[in-house]
């Protein structure tokens, strides 16, 4: 009865084990942080601003209505 139990225990240590070392393996997700950028509204027209608005830009448009200026470094 005895090595039943040691068996057992084993059985469920091992699961245990594995079951931990599958959970360490699956792939994880980035985690992504964002911030609101700063925008400027130009009449009809919404501008916004990926970097520092003072320094050297590259605007793009992105829709009838909204320009995304980044910095040109």
Excluded at 4 to 9: E, F
Excluded at 21 to 47: D, F, I, N, Q, Y
Aim: charged share 20%.
């Amino acid at each position: 009865m005895k090595k039943l139990l040691k068996l057992g225990a084993v059985l469920v240590l091992a699961v245990v084990a594995l079951g931990v070392l599958a959970g360490w393996g699956w792939e994880r997700k980035p985690v992504v942080t964002s911030r609101a950028l700063p925008c400027v509204e130009m009449g009809a027209v919404l501008v916004c601003f990926d970097g520092q608005p003072e320094a050297e830009v590259r605007c793009k448009n992105l829709g009838d209505s909204t320009i995304l200026c980044t910095n040109s470094n």
